[in-house]
């Protein structure tokens, strides 16, 4: 099962910054979140991940809680190429540790206005 | 470029007919898996491959089976699709072994079962 929760959907206007938070608050210690999009009738794409400490890369923004039962995702200038259904991911561990896999929640949709 | 490529893009099949969806990596990486995607849904693990390690997900039903010949290549075996089969497939890679890394997606298999 999903250890994640997120909004169903986020509208953001273009040009400004879109905050996309998701809750893990079952999350382990061990365990990554990561952050994916997907953009209709594509395969999901990589966007950033994170264990404690806040990350950042060319796409975008991780904001990771102290507890490490919530985060937010931040594209600081949203842009109309930036909808789709962005999901919140907890890596979870098979094999006693020695792989794992992406179990993926509902994800937000994010529609980014003109 | 390294890319995990799924073919054929579309696939469409008769009700009870065996049909092969294919997916390759030249990205080396020694884990692979398959996802099942419908409509306005998100991804869901069918099972992955750890080298040559099969590893299935409780719920994935008994139509589902899977091949990896060697560590390029994946198959997913659907033995008599159901019109509930009718779904994205989409095949994803990985590095495994210690440090957290980012998972590969292909674009993936759009099944029509008819």
């Known amino acids: 099962d999903a250890k994640t929760t997120q909004p169903p959907s986020m509208d953001c206007a273009e040009g400004r910054a879109a905050n996309l938070p998701c809750n893990h608050s079952?999350?382990?210690?061990?365990?990554?979140v990561y952050w994916y999009r997907q953009i209709h009738s594509q395969g999901p794409q990589y966007i950033i991940h994170g264990l404690k400490n806040n990350e950042t890369n060319e796409m975008a923004s991780l904001i990771i809680t102290e507890d490490r039962k919530s985060s937010t995702l931040i594209l600081p200038h949203a842009t109309l190429r930036d909808t789709a259904v962005y999901y919140c991911?907890?890596?979870?561990?098979?094999?006693?540790?020695?792989?794992?896999?992406?179990?993926f929640g509902t994800g937000t949709l994010l529609a980014v206005q003109p | 470029d390294a890319m995990v490529i799924q073919n054929p893009r579309y696939q469409v099949t008769q009700f009870g007919k065996p049909v092969t969806l294919s997916c390759s990596q030249t990205l080396n990486h020694n884990v692979m898996y398959w996802y099942q995607q419908k409509s306005s849904q998100a991804p869901k693990l069918l099972f992955h491959?750890?080298?040559?390690?099969?590893?299935n997900e409780a719920d994935t039903p008994d139509n589902f089976q899977s091949r990896r010949p060697n560590t390029s290549f994946c198959f997913l075996d659907i033995r008599s699709p159901g019109l509930g089969d009718a779904a994205m497939y989409l095949c994803a890679t990985s590095r495994e072994g210690g440090a957290a890394y980012g998972y590969t997606f292909g674009s993936g298999t759009r099944l029509t079962v008819v």
């Open positions: 991911i907890v890596r979870v561990a098979t094999y006693g540790g020695a792989t794992n896999k992406l179990i």
């Open positions: 079952t999350i382990s210690g061990n365990e990554y």
């Open positions: 491959y750890y080298d040559k390690d099969f590893n």
